[in-house]
């Protein structure tokens, strides 16, 4: 390339300095320089001649210190540089500077993508909590026709009872001998009808405990209302309630966006009613106005020593609460709401299950979260702790995962399921897991093996709960038998010999689903708690009801407290009710 001579461009200054207006200068740069006697046709230098030439020697320098190497072709975004830097730096320098800016430029777009990930997190979960929205219309839709179906049978019930009534009447008209025959014969055609049903003509089956001639006899086990205390105060559902495991405490959460803690003594049963004086404290999870939807309270649960209360919400915060009902520590990390939540045993992690799909283990003392897990596809539904450092998680992806802290992989997995698995519960000694599920089976598993030890499939509708009786090893009643109890929407509670795998009781005294199942401290009793409004008891030596209670609204859960004598029930009329349970 020709090197631009000195005349040249004291030529092309000397022209600028003409064309911005520097005349003076023009002049004596002109005189100086000699221009009038250089051998340039200024005619043919176009007007702003060096202004371009100077431009087009920045925008090659530019070009160079953009460039890696001197063959490289421009892959990575092009760095525009200031004109003072090209002029004062060399390329070395300015290649320097075009490193870091692309350094930074990438570091924004880190953040915007974070961004765009959060953003998609948020509608995700809005997704989720429709999706949520529209599961549980669906379930309520469903309940709905269920109940138009049932209504039905009933009405059939009435139909044949009235047929039969009259079939009676007739009888009486007839020869003693011919009325003995058809009562034989019914009597047969009943047993026929009924084994059918069963699916069974022969060979020994379950007990079907509280069958008709049980449940005419219920009358008599009702609950007198001096043996019941209403608790009043929550302005919507109430969906969880917990005993504190060392004291009179109650704590309940409901969808009025508070926990509530209430002080149970004995002189409440000698007034009764719902106008006995209480104490009872508030745990506002919003300031201001309650019943905002965003703060539902999901789920709760006592620490071991019963000092302090954990609470779950529909915001996807976990809260710990003191038994003065101050709030000691929000936990923060979730994106979704929070399903379920539970203490481990020593009482120094607390464990969170939520709609984000994932499980988080958090840090009590040092408030802070210690680790997430995020292995299901789908939001968590249940935890549960096996001891102080691993547990199991499910979800609505049918899969079971047992986790452990400190490991970045599931330890075991348990898959078998074919539709959402709502709840995990391990046994006393924390060797074997039940599970139940949408897919209308329970099963239990162990971590010897990655199938499941037993598959039951006695129900006939989606399976909401399961419990372990506080029977056999690693209990305080070790000689008595470990029975798993389930809570299905075919309004049945099924006991299972969880050695053999076989049902040993079917319990058939609701008529809508049963969402809630709690044996008492003794394993002596089991109360379950149903959408048709009553709370059974049941004597599980005598095999019948022993007490019911009807209230005015759908129940979700049920409880029993350490001693054994009171039994709380929360209901879908914003209310509680607290049985005096004394055999």
């Known amino acids: 390339m020709t090197s631009i001579t000195s005349v040249e461009l004291n030529y ?170 058809d009562m034989v014969l019914d009597q047969e055609d009943k047993d026929v009808a009924r084994h059918e049903e069963n699916g069974t003509l022969a060979g020994p089956e379950p007990m079907d405990i509280a069958t008709t001639s049980t449940l005419a006899s219920q009358d008599a086990c009702e609950i007198h209302s001096s043996e019941v205390t209403i608790l009043e105060g929550h302005t919507s559902e109430v969906c969880a309630c917990a005993w504190s495991p060392t004291g009179s405490l109650l704590a309940s959460g409901s969808g009025d966006s508070t926990a509530r803690i209430w002080t149970i003594s004995d002189g409440l049963f000698k007034s009764g009613g719902k106008n006995s004086p209480l104490n009872v404290l508030v745990l506002k999870h919003v300031k201001g106005r309650t019943n905002e939807k965003s703060k539902d309270v999901t789920t709760l ?35 979704g709401p929070i399903f379920s939540l539970k203490w481990n045993k020593k009482g120094d992690y607390l464990l969170t299950g939520s709609c984000d799909k994932t499980a988080i283990v958090w840090d009590v003392k ?14 968590t539904l249940d935890v549960d702790w096996r001891n102080n450092v691993s547990f199991a998680t499910s979800s609505t ?41 949408d897919d209308i089976t329970a099963k239990i598993w162990c971590m010897k093996q990655d199938k499941y030890v037993h598959d039951l499939r006695e129900h006939s509708k989606e399976i909401y709960a399961i419990r372990w009786s506080p029977t056999g090893p690693g209990t305080n009643n070790p000689n008595q038998q470990l029975v798993l109890a389930s809570a299905s929407f075919d309004s049945t509670v099924k006991l299972w010999d969880v050695e053999q795998g076989k049902l040993l009781y079917s319990l058939n005294g609701h008529r809508d689903p049963v969402y809630s199942v709690a044996f008492s401290p003794n394993g002596e009793y089991l109360a379950s708690g149903s959408l048709d409004k009553s709370m059974h008891v049941w004597s599980l030596k005598e095999g019948k009801i022993v007490k019911t209670y009807t209230g005015n609204g759908g129940i979700f859960e049920v409880c029993w407290n350490k001693e054994g004598d009171k039994i709380a029930a929360c209901f879908a009329n914003n209310t509680l009710c607290v049985l005096d349970f004394r055999m």
């Open 12 to 181: 092309l200054v000397f022209r600028y300095l003409q064309e911005s207006g520097f005349t003076h200068s023009a002049f004596t740069l002109g005189y100086e320089a000699g221009i009038n006697k250089c051998t340039i046709d200024g005619s043919l230098v176009p007007p702003g001649a060096l202004i371009t030439f100077v431009q087009k020697g920045l925008q090659y320098l530019e070009m160079e210190a953009n460039l890696s190497n001197n063959d490289a072709e421009m892959d990575e975004d092009f760095s525009f540089l200031q004109p003072l830097d090209i002029i004062t730096k060399d390329v070395n320098q300015l290649r320097q500077m075009v490193k870091e800016k692309r350094k930074n430029i990438q570091k924004d777009r880190n953040k915007d993508r974070d961004k765009d990930k959060d953003k998609d997190k948020v509608v995700e979960r809005e997704h989720e909590g429709e999706r949520g929205r529209i599961r549980e219309k669906e379930r309520t839709e469903k309940e709905k026709e269920r109940e138009k179906e049932r209504e039905k049978e009933r009405e059939k019930e009435r139909e044949k009872e009235r047929e039969k009534a009259e079939s009676n009447k007739e009888r009486e008209k007839q020869p003693e001998e011919l009325a003995y025959r």
């Open 301 to 335: 649960d006592w620490n071991g020593e019963g000092t302090l209360l954990a609470t779950g919400s529909y915001d996807g915060q976990a809260r710990i609460w003191t038994t003065t009902g101050d709030l000691r520590t929000t936990l923060s990390k979730h994106k």
């Open 366 to 379: 040092a408030e802070e979260w210690k680790q997430q897990f995020e292995f299901h596809t789908g939001p």
């Open 397 to 437: 992806d049918h899969m079971i995962y047992v986790c452990k802290i400190g490991e970045s992989r599931p330890i075991k997995t348990f898959a078998g399921h074919q539709g959402e698995v709502n709840c995990v519960k391990w046994d006393p000694t924390g060797s074997l897991l039940a599970s139940c599920s």
